[in-house]
């Protein structure tokens, strides 16, 4: 590694990145992440976080949401994505770094604790209960609110009418599109202003997975800030405002969604075949 490449910065797998066209799109650094999250409604500056003591699998990643705005998260399997939502959401410790929400220092606050504060988590497996029906996980949405109930549940069938066709139906028996519906939908009862969603169009097929992701642009549109985490790389950019690459536990770029597609380093680096494919 020659000294001047060192100057022009190196990308996370040794490529020089001198050797790309400009874009929008920025190497993540912590003095552009500072400037830029100042008015941020979430934000992870220099999270660490892991399941093992002593294993850290998040390596001080930076993120920020500003409100209102839809973000999206990609990378390559194992980067620490899931990791990253659980981390925000008080289900795996944060070991140095902080979480704050509207300024406020959550860092390590419990999942229970947050959703009060408007901070909503649709986990990637197991997001619905099968035996209960649609109503009744929508009810188990809002059980801290109860009196709620109504104007939330009219809300939630406003945006996925199918859910209130099928209230009386068990979660079991919908498809995966609808189970995701029931999923999110059970989130927003409890009125979120920040929703984190992990990998909501996996294993659905690719009808399904539209519909999810014109769902989550919808839930956005209503002013819920978004930060989503997608393995389809390519249809989480093309909808979201940000986006962050995230690699071994570190937020690697960021950018507009549209320019992260294009850019050739993200393309090569990150987003693979699946970025060439579609
Ligand atoms: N419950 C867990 N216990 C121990 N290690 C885990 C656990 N969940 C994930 N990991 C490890 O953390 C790393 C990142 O996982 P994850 O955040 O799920 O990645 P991604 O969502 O980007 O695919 C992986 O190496 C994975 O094996
Ligand atoms: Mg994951």
């Known amino acids: 590694m020659s000294d001047n490449e060192t100057a022009v910065g190196i990308g996370p797998t040794g490529v020089p990145l001198e050797a790309v066209p400009e874009s929008d799109t920025e190497v993540c650094s912590r003095e552009g992440h500072l400037a830029a999250s100042q008015e941020a409604l979430l934000r992870a500056d220099e999270v660490t976080a892991g399941y093992l003591p002593g294993v850290s699998i998040l390596n001080g990643t930076d993120l920020y949401a500003n409100e209102g705005e839809l973000v999206g998260i990609i990378g390559p399997n194992g980067a620490g994505k899931s990791t990253l939502l659980k981390a925000m959401f008080g289900l795996v410790g944060v070991t140095a770094g902080k979480v704050t929400l509207r300024g406020e220092d959550i860092t390590n606050r419990r999942a229970h604790q947050l959703v009060p504060l408007g901070v909503g988590f649709v986990p990637q497996t197991n997001n619905v209960f099968a035996t209960l ?18 104007a939330r549940f009219d809300f939630v069938t406003d945006l996925f009418p199918i859910l209130g066709e099928r209230r009386a139906q068990r ?23 920040v929703l984190l969603l992990d990998e909501p169009s996996a294993g659905l097929s690719p009808a399904m997975q539209d519909e999810v992701f014109f ?64």
């Open 133 to 150: 029906t649609v109503e009744e996980n929508l009810e188990m949405g809002v059980f801290l609110r109860p009196k709620a109930f109504r």
């Open 171 to 193: 979660a079991g028996s919908l498809s995966g599109g609808e189970r995701q519906m029931v999923a999110m939908g059970r989130a927003l009862m409890m009125e979120p202003t």
């Open 215 to 278: 769902n989550t642009k919808q839930i956005n549109q209503t002013g819920v800030t978004v930060v989503m985490v997608e393995q389809n790389a390519r249809r989480c950019l093309q909808i979201c405002d940000r986006g962050y690459v995230l690699d071994q536990g570190r937020s690697a770029y960021t950018g507009p969604g549209e320019s992260l597609i294009d850019d050739p380093k993200v393309v090569e680096l990150y987003l693979g075949t699946l970025g060439r494919a579609r």
